[in-house]
């Protein structure tokens, strides 16, 4: 198994600023996701982190809203940018393992006012 | 595309009284269905894969199996710790074969 650390836990933002949220997984891991959960709806696949080269990104989900980062094997970035209430929502690291088991962070809570 | 239906919404059972989630999914060519338990305020926790019909597996109380064209998670004797929201995910080619398409789950309240 995977232990991914994930933070912020949570965040109050005001709208027109940005969030940068950190995931570590503490051991190397074959794929890096980032999810999106918003109340009452299931978890959306933003984008896959790829190491050491531009993120692959989902259908509505661009890289100027959604910039991604992943420097190495353990550790990726998501900024979530120019914020409005509308991004209010959970993010969620996300990390495969050799096995085939997709192991997930605790998740940051985001509210934008 | 792919599609993940989870029922019940919701589902409200006493200590030991037994009963199952249904995901019913629709694919083309599944790699493998995950289930997950989601505890509030914290990111889902792993419980099991399944890649092929007629497979099952077993955690504790929980048992799940897998059809072609939907998944069964089994809680035996259930307990108030197993209150939690059980989500259902399918992998599927195309794109990114790691991608997981999930349902909205259904929670599970188990009153003692």
């Known amino acids: 198994s995977a232990v991914i650390s994930q933070k912020p836990s949570r965040d109050i933002c005001q709208r027109g600023t940005s969030l940068t949220i950190q995931c570590q997984v503490d051991s190397q891991v074959t794929m890096m996701f980032w999810y999106r959960q918003q109340p009452g709806q299931s978890l959306t696949l933003i984008a896959t982190?790829?190491?050491?080269?531009?993120?692959?990104?989902e259908s509505g989900f661009v890289i100027d809203k959604f910039p991604i980062s992943r420097p190495n094997l353990t550790f990726s970035t998501l900024t979530v940018s120019n914020l409005s209430p509308e991004d209010s929502s959970i993010y969620l690291c996300?990390?495969?393992?050799?096995?085939?088991?997709?192991?997930f962070g605790q998740g940051t809570r985001l509210t934008v006012v | 595309e792919d599609q993940v239906t989870q029922s019940p919404e919701a589902l409200r059972l006493q200590e030991g009284e037994s009963s199952s989630l249904n995901c019913s999914y629709t694919v083309s060519g599944l790699r493998g269905l995950f289930w997950y338990r989601q505890d509030p305020g914290k990111g889902p926790e792993f419980l099991f894969t399944?890649?092929?019909a007629g497979e099952e597996k077993e955690k504790e109380r929980l048992k799940a199996t897998l059809t072609k064209k939907e998944s069964f998670l089994h809680i035996t004797a259930p307990k108030p710790e197993d209150s939690a929201t059980y989500l259902c995910?399918?992998?599927?080619?195309?794109?990114?074969?790691?991608?997981?398409?999930f349902g909205k789950g259904t929670l599970l309240t188990v009153n003692p």
């Open positions: 996300s990390a495969w393992t050799e096995n085939t088991e997709a192991f």
């Open positions: 995910a399918v992998q599927a080619p195309g794109g990114s074969n790691y991608k997981l398409t």
């Open positions: 399944l890649y092929s």
């Open positions: 982190a790829n190491q050491g080269s531009e993120a692959t990104y």
